[in-house]
């Protein structure tokens, strides 16, 4: 196949704009579950003006501390609101143009490799080679999720960086074989990836990505008299950041606490392998039924044969390995697919603590395995004589990728389409249950006439979920906001079950969401039926008898709880005490210290008050932040100069009280 220059720019261009073409059905969706964390229910992401203190009030709104807080993609989540508002259509718009965007730069980067590879840069094959990666990376279904997930811009960017780092560092290589200066690219690297570092964690990998590249891309180029030069450069940036992220490991073993999983460090190691290539299956023969956002119905090998597969992926895993490092000379764009693959897979797929599956850990994965597919129906088909018949196996493998993209992205427009999906594709999916059991009690409150096939559709999926884990906490509060909706008060057994498992099981994010504590609050702030207060007390009290929350979790079960007294029971005394509670549990939080400053006004605190307001000084992070403090500070300084009471120092600093209350 002859490809002229301009046919080749209007072929990626027509890749790119059918990509786009697939995708726009999407940009109906909602948002969903961590979007709300991190933008609709974030007040600090929310911003107004594109200025430098509304900049860096965004840069600042993540919840978590470094290097978890990502605040370049909390950046663009600002802004993205600065000139959208809350329009869903328009962050996943922005989205889709990242994701055709980073199409570009890997369409750029197999050129690249092609030139590394051959010499060649203006070759037919070679251009053709780049076209066919493009194409089935941008358009493959695997990447839906990463790409209409709004949260997963974060994913999106950081390959953004990740891939301009090693486009810099290829290209600086490139240019040192052929004699010309080449090492301020090859340095260039470092700053790239460290801003992908501020979008996810993942750009941490960009050294072990270029070992990867080294092994195989580029061992046929030569270093000529730079040698020294390029040694020094990949001694810094290669061996030294490996070595250095063991060392931390070490020196850090309470990244590997496995305590809020339902699965050990060992079982996990032994999973992944089964995981790794499930991932490949994806890639080159997608279902779309096996497709999600959640797959918590992967099966965890408990042994070495529980499930018997588990021993033949462990050694498929380490003979396709070795097998790459061995042939990598002859063989390089095998083992470049299997070497950058799992190099890509060393964060998350390995010893760290995270969830099994997730689809969007193969957005830069799949580069690997999507090039050497691309380069067997271009180039190797060639040398096997059946260059025309692997051509049309690669349009036919194209269209197919299309049409279950288009599924997927059908799935995605609508948040009733994306629960009934899941649940249907994933029957034993304990999450996916759940989910469409919300959806369908939240229809209850919506419907008009007899919500009896609505009611007893969602108790039908609390029950499955429960089937699948009987510790279903999430479950058991679907079981209660079900009866609530329907104006009764739960049955005992389910109250019963809820308070035993809160107090003594598991409460790790697998089995209960700290949100459902935050909902019942907010349930009873509205004209809603109510549970009884005894209720309520024992299922927060249990909650927070239970020693096993990690302290964001336990701060959230305690503002919830003083949202309910502070607004319902109107128990200020309780209140301030779970206020104090939140803070105690995570400290930085400048929003939990603002609940106690209310509640100490409420109570005519106002000393208190201005102690609590200097104790909480350290946690201010943006413009918005400190404009709230000083709105606090003059209002408490106002308070104490005209007490309520009289000038009788005491009044300021309790109510009316009888003695012994406080």
């Known amino acids: 196949m002859t490809l002229t220059p301009t046919l080749h720019r209007l072929a990626l261009a027509l890749i790119l704009a059918t990509a786009g073409l697939l995708y726009t059905p999407g940009l109906d969706g909602p948002f969903l579950f961590d979007d709300h964390v991190h933008i609709t229910q974030n007040r600090w992401v929310k911003i107004d003006a594109v200025d430098w203190p509304s900049l860096h009030r965004a840069w600042n709104s993540s919840f978590s501390d470094f290097p978890s807080n990502r605040p370049l993609a909390q950046l663009s989540f600002g802004v993205t609101h600065a000139l959208a508002g809350l329009d869903a259509r328009a962050y996943k718009a922005v989205n889709v143009t990242l994701h055709l965007v980073n199409g570009l730069l890997i369409y750029a980067f197999v050129r690249l490799a092609q030139r590394a590879l051959s010499g060649d840069a203006a070759s037919t094959d070679g251009r053709l080679v780049a076209l066919v990666a493009a194409a089935v990376w941008v358009i493959h279904p695997l990447h839906v999720s990463s790409v209409l997930y709004v949260v997963q811009r974060m994913t999106l960017l950081s390959a953004l960086a990740m891939l301009l780092a090693l486009l810099s560092y290829v290209w600086g290589r490139l240019q040192i074989s052929r004699g010309r200066p080449g090492i301020a690219w090859m340095l260039a690297a470092a700053p790239m990836a460290m801003i992908g570092f501020l979008s996810k964690e993942n750009a941490a990998l960009v050294p072990l990505l270029l ?273 609530l909706h329907l104006g009764r008060q739960p049955p005992r057994d389910i109250v019963e079950r809820l308070v035993d498992g809160l107090r003594h099981g598991d409460v790790g994010p697998t089995y209960v969401s700290v949100s459902q504590f935050s909902y019942l609050a907010r349930w009873h702030k509205s004209d809603g039926h109510e549970l009884l207060r005894s209720d309520v007390e024992a299922i927060f009290d249990a909650a927070l008898s239970n020693p096993q929350w990690i302290l964001t979790g336990r701060a959230g079960v305690a503002a919830a709880y003083r949202e309910y007294h502070e607004h319902v029971t109107g128990d200020l005394e309780r209140a301030e005490q779970l206020a104090r509670a939140t803070i105690a549990a995570w400290p930085d939080q400048w929003g939990y210290h603002v609940h106690l400053l209310r509640v100490l006004q409420k109570r005519n605190r106002y000393a208190d008050a201005a102690r609590a307001l200097y104790e909480a000084e350290s946690t201010l992070k943006n413009a918005r932040q400190r404009e709230e403090f000083e709105q606090f500070r003059q209002a408490i300084d106002r308070e104490l100069q005209n007490p309520p009471y009289g000038n009788d120092p005491e009044s300021r600093r309790t109510e009316h009280h009888p003695a012994g209350t406080e």
């Open 211 to 483: 070992l990867s590249i080294e092994l195989t891309l580029l061992n046929r180029l030569t270093l000529g008299t730079r040698a020294r030069a390029v040694r020094a450069v990949q001694l810094v940036y290669i061996v030294l950041p490996i070595a250095a992220a063991f060392a931390y490991l070490s020196m850090h073993p309470g990244l590997l606490s496995y305590d809020q999983r339902p699965f050990t460090l060992e079982e996990r190691l032994l999973t992944q392998p089964r995981v790794l290539w499930t991932y490949v299956s994806w890639l080159l023969v997608p279902d779309v039924t096996a497709f999600g956002l959640f797959h918590d119905d992967v099966v965890v090998s408990r042994g070495w044969t529980q499930p018997p597969t588990t021993l033949a992926a462990i050694a498929a895993l380490i003979a396709i390995a070795l097998a790459a490092v061995t042939v990598r000379r002859r063989f390089p764009v095998f083992a470049f697919a299997v070497l950058f693959f799992l190099a890509n897979h060393a964060l998350e797929s390995s010893v760290f603590p995270l969830e099994m599956v997730f689809e969007h850990r193969n957005y830069l994965a799949s580069i690997g395995p999507l090039l050497l597919l691309a380069y067997l129906i271009v180039i190797a088909s060639r040398r096997l004589h059946v260059h025309r018949a692997a051509l049309v196996v690669g349009v036919l493998l194209l269209i197919s990728y299309g049409v279950v993209t288009t599924m997927r992205v059908d799935s995605w427009s609508s948040y009733q389409n994306f629960v009934f999906n899941a649940a249907e594709n994933h029957p034993d999916s304990r999450r996916s249950s759940f989910m469409a059991a919300q959806l369908l009690i939240s229809a209850i409150g919506e419907a008009e006439g007899d919500v009896a096939p609505l009611a007893l559709a969602a108790d039908r999926f609390l029950d499955n979920g429960l089937r699948i884990d009987a510790r279903c906490l999430d479950c058991l509060f679907g079981k209660i906001a079900l009866h």
